[in-house]
T-cell receptor, first 113, second 118 residues
Framework: AQTVTQSQPEMSVQEAETVTLSCTYD???????LFWYKQPPSRQMILVIR??????QNATENRFSVNFQKAAKSFSLKISDSQLGDAAMYFC??????????FGKGTSLLVTP | GAVVSQHPSWVICKSGTSVKIECRSL??????MFWYRQFPKQSLMLMAT?????????EQGVEKDKFLINHASLTLSTLTVTSAHPEDSSFYIC??????????????FGEGSRLTVL
């Protein structure tokens, strides 16, 4: 079974600063997808960024980027120029095609002015 | 983008009654839908996988007779909580896989349904 581990239950960052959220996973598969989702108080799941395992290049989406280390099974999320609206719960997730998303326990991000 | 609509967004019911939650893909056909449950301050836990026209596959520990899932069409899956009890109070959220999504691996989420059983 695949497991996703987020070792930081809570993180705090000052507005305009950079923060990195950690995620590791365990799998014996070579072809899979990794995701970071944001869940604000509304509880709507919002896709932040996606990475295909076969791609060596790290995905980026504006202020959000990942550091994907396939051999180490690590998938961290970096948020640059943090904004108050970034405050939310962030979930790292793993998925193989045709199967469900497998989520980590989440990291609560607090952004201070 | 792909839109998934979930209804109702919140529901309160009495203990012993049944509640139905609908999950619709509005602008695409969803060959597979997944149902998750999320308790406060916890992660999303997969309950079952729903494939159109076939029986749902339930995760270990999820009672299939209590959580009835029907996926009768390519755009609609329903979750019925039968004989609900206070411990079933939770946030239920569905996600759908678009057929022929081009290998993006992305799932599209409904808004979720908050169930409170009195």
């Amino acid at each position: 079974a695949q497991t996703v581990t987020q070792s930081q239950p809570e993180m705090s960052v000052q507005e305009a600063e950079t923060v990195t959220l950690s995620c590791t996973y365990d799998t014996s598969e070579s072809d899979y997808y990794l995701f970071w989702y944001k869940q604000p108080p509304s509880r709507q799941m919002i896709l932040v960024i996606r990475q295909e395992a076969y791609k060596q290049q790290n995905a980026t989406e504006n202020r959000f980027s990942v550091n994907f280390q396939k051999a180490a099974k690590s998938f961290s999320l970096k948020i640059s120029d943090s904004q108050l609206g970034d405050a939310a719960m962030y979930f790292c997730a793993y998925r193989r095609s045709g199967y469900a998303l497998n989520f980590g326990k989440g990291t609560s991000l607090l952004v201070t002015p | 983008g792909a839109v998934v609509s979930q209804h109702p967004s919140w529901v309160i019911c009495k203990s012993g009654t049944s509640v139905k939650i609908e999950c619709r893909s509005l602008d695409f056909q969803a060959t597979t839908m997944f149902w998750y449950r999320q308790f406060p301050k916890q992660s999303l836990m997969l309950m079952a996988t729903s494939n159109e026209g076939s029986k749902a596959t339930y995760e270990q520990g999820v009672e299939k007779d209590k959580f009835l899932i029907n996926h009768a069409s390519l755009t609609l899956s329903t979750l019925t909580v039968t004989s609900a009890h206070p411990e079933d109070s939770s946030f239920y959220i569905c996600s759908a896989e678009r057929g022929g999504s081009g290998g993006t691996g992305e799932l599209f989420f409904g808004e979720g349904s908050r169930l409170t059983v009195l």
